[in-house]
């Protein structure tokens, strides 16, 4: 493949994600446009990065088929030991217990993937169901991936998704079938997807209830963008917060950028408003 056709279609995926290419990702770029060149019977590259540019059905389908394959999807339940275990004694019930009661709230996971993460959360809220009152609970899970989003709505792993999981906390939420783990539809049924590419889609996004969000997370999504749109989506998600609110990242992905009006809270890559500084930095 021609190379500067590489370096096109390397450019043209991180304008449209905010995923970055390293540079040892070339052959597997390269590989890829190959595939889809042959796929749609096209001889030139630039046809088919024409096809991309596109606002058709044709081309939402094909960035449909190709972001699988280039952007890393990698998840597994209760990943971050820590950040759970300050959600479970801190986070939630600090937050729970602060939100007016009938009111709603709202957890929602901003590039969730295959769905370990915001259902782990489910999990957990379901174990502290006696702290929850009369709330209004909004789950909600969001990609760009639709794949990966249908995965999720199945709610179906395998073994490697667990691999920090207490045997018995699986036990209790799973069923298995062979090598199949499928998550009860009560925990299941309580989490609702979209996809939403949370670079470019607007953020707070009031169609999808993505507004006044009391906890988000946003965790090993932004370590492959830039800077520059790492600040971008930091800006919006922090719009997207409640004034009670808390922004989880993984401890990779801000890269210490300062987000206006969050400061850290009981980890660096947890973030809170600093107005209620005081609630959870000394925990
Ligand atoms: C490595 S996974 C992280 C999954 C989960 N948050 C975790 O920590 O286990 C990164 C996810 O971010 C998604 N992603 C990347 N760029 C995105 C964008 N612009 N909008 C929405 N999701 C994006 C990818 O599709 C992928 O599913």
Known sequence: MIHQAVKSFSLLITTRTGVCFPDDAQTKLNTVLDTR?????????????????RTSIESVNEWNCIIPLLINGESYFFRDEEQFRLLRETILPTLLLQ??????????????????????????LDQMSGNIGNKDIHIIGTDLNQQA??????????????????????ERYFTHDHDVWGLCPEIRQRVTFHQLNILH???PNYSLG????????????????????????LGKLKKALSSRGVLITG????????VDGLVPGPTPAILIHSEHSSRLVSQ
């Open 201 to 203: 889609d607007p953020i």
């Open 149 to 170: 989003l249908e995965h999720a709505q199945q709610g179906k792993y395998n073994a490697w998704a667990f691999r920090t999981v207490d045997p018995v906390l699986r």
């Open 251 to 258: 401890h990779h992905d801000s890269a210490n950028q300062a």
């Open 37 to 53: 060149l042959t796929a749609h019977q096209l001889s030139h590259p630039h046809d088919y990065l024409q096809l991309l540019s």
């Open 99 to 124: 939100s007016p009661e009938q009111s709603t709230f709202t957890i929602w996971s901003a590039g969730c993937s295959t769905g370990e993460e915001v259902y782990s959360v489910a999990i957990l």
């Open 210 to 233: 993505l507004m006044n969000v009391d906890i988000i997370l946003c965790r090993n999504v932004l370590l492959y963008f830039d800077r520059e749109s790492t600040a971008c989506v």
